[in-house]
């Protein structure tokens, strides 16, 4: 799986609609991205993890939270609730020898009996009621969420593992 692009609106720290650029560049295959503390840099990898994992996603600040509190908890401040907040990836994946494009949009506002979230995955940028309908099975078949800190992490997570803590 190759992430293409991340597009954020109202999550977290990150108000309006954000997108970032996640194409590997032939020779780098790795991406990173630097800051000061504050930054938004741990949001956007708990923003990855989120889309592609809902309620299995290992984030780093949601502690004992329910998971729709801690949806709830992630809508910009200065966002009105019932607006919500939205997470798009958009990736490639190699089906039966042959690259495919999808975008994965997990979604969520406050509604009338609290938060409603929505996931949508269009494959070649058509609706894919299969993998729509099944998610959280397609990504742990390809990516299971129990090894995906090996893939997405934050480099304070490797000072911590050099330095013993």
Known sequence: MILDSIILENFGAYGGRQEA????EEGKPIILFGGLNGGGKTTLLDAIQLALYGAKARTSNRGRLAYKD?????I???TDPSEGAVVIIRFRRMIDGEPRHFELRRS?????KGIEETVRVLREGLPDDVFTDHWDEVIDAYLPSSIAHLFFFDGEQIKDLAEGG
Not at 21 to 24: A, E, M, Q, V, Y
Not at 70 to 74: A, G, I, K, Q, T
Request: glycine share 12%; hydrophobic share 25%; charged share 25%.
């Open 21 to 24: 650029n996640l194409t590997p």
């Open 70 to 74: 801690y949806l709830r908890d992630s």
């Open 76 to 78: 910009h401040r200065g």
């Open 108 to 112: 969520w506002r406050q509604g009338v």
